[in-house]
């Protein structure tokens, strides 16, 4: 199994150190190769996404990827900058299909905004369209519209599009309470509208997941009023990337939190949901278990070893357990460990 490794920039290399690291201790058939990516392809190759970068992820089975970004490289054009290399990675190898999960680990219930026990137990999925909505839709642009300027994007969803991630949405319910909550804001969007239509279509093969709507803001506020009761959301990009954002915060620390980026066939793409966060590279401070949990997502998605998975997810559940903690998720009466110390953990633990 072929694994393009690319820790991009920031803490990128640390946690990415941390989940090879782990991955290494189950001694599977893993073939890692590393690549520059972000601001480090731009130093290495002046592209945020060099074009050896982007073979080998072509040429791989899974992407485990870290962080880009740093204030070095804002001064280059916008086609330049570190970020556009996760954008063009999604395009080139279709990535259309965001799973964010969300889930609250008992020992740190009380490092959530929420009360503790609204959130305590909290396990959601977010599946989140990537590739269409208004952040690529055409036409787009800033124009002067009657001596004043007029910016304009356009949402845009074919059938096609909404089936398929409906289609994914479904059977990963399938695959845990068999509940899916589908938002949309219908009662306003002629694109919501077909989206409603198409999932509530696709929910006819799927008899044994039951089917709920809801719409985007009445879900942003149910989120925080009562998060417990939703298992699957699936929505749009726009929608996606606001809710998952909101989701990841009830957990305490996007630092503990991993994602999937799907193709049609399951080759993804594995990130933490955190940035490079640039203020503290090199300090060995960094949260490495949102990335070493992307790691046994890949291992469960995309390269069909779901017992490895489960137990990367029991050894970080140990590692809590014994109350070891990083700096985002420390609290008092626990010892609080660097990157190293927590990756060398969970190794040990497996």
């Known amino acids: 199994m072929k694994i393009a490794v690319l820790p991009g ?27 520059p990516v972000g601001g480090a392809g731009v130093d290495a190759a002046g592209e945020p996404l060099p074009g050896a970068t982007l073979r080998l992820a072509k040429d791989a089975d899974a992407i485990l990827f870290g962080a880009v970004g740093d204030p070095r490289y804002d001064a280059l ?7 556009q290399a996760i954008l063009g990675l999604r395009k080139a190898l279709g990535l259309f299909a965001n799973l964010r999960p969300a889930r609250v680990h008992p020992e740190l219930a009380a490092a959530s905004a929420l009360k503790p026990e609204v959130v305590a137990g909290l396990d959601i999925l977010i599946v989140r369209e990537l590739t269409g909505d208004i952040y690529f839709g055409e036409p787009r642009g800033i124009r002067e519209v009657a001596g004043e300027r007029e910016g304009f994007d356009t949402m845009r969803y074919s059938e096609g599009e909404i089936r398929r991630i409906a289609k994914v949405a479904f059977e990963a319910a399938r695959k845990r309470a068999r509940r899916l909550c ?66 990841s915060m009830l957990t305490g620390s996007i630092g503990m939190l991993p994602s999937a980026s799907l193709d049609e066939k399951g080759k993804g793409l594995y990130e933490p949901i955190h940035g490079s966060a640039p203020d503290i590279a090199g300090k060995g401070v960094a949260n490495p278990l949102a990335t070493i949990l992307s790691a046994a997502m890949m291992l469960r998605y995309s390269l069909a070893r779901p017992d490895a998975a489960d137990r990367i997810e029991r050894a970080v559940a140990g590692v809590l357990h ?9 609290t008092a009466g626990t010892r609080r460990v660097g990157t190293d110390e927590m990756g060398d953990a969970v190794a040990a633990a497996l």
């Open 9 to 35: 920039d920031g803490i990128g290399r640390e946690i990415v150190a941390q989940a090879v690291k782990v991955l290494d201790r189950l001694r599977l058939p893993l073939e890692m190769h590393e690549a």
């Open 322 to 330: 014994d109350g070891l903690r990083t700096a985002d998720i420390h």
């Open 77 to 83: 054009p916008r086609a330049k900058r570190p970020e």
């Open 182 to 247: 589908s938002v949309d804001k219908a009662n306003v969007l002629e694109t919501s509208q077909l989206w409603r239509e198409v999932v509530g279509e696709e929910s006819r093969n799927f008899p044994d997941v039951e089917l709920s709507h809801m719409y985007v803001d009445n879900c942003a506020m149910q989120l925080v009023r009562d998060p417990k009761q939703f298992d699957v959301v699936v929505t749009g990009n726009m929608f996606g990337d606001i809710l998952s954002d909101e989701a």
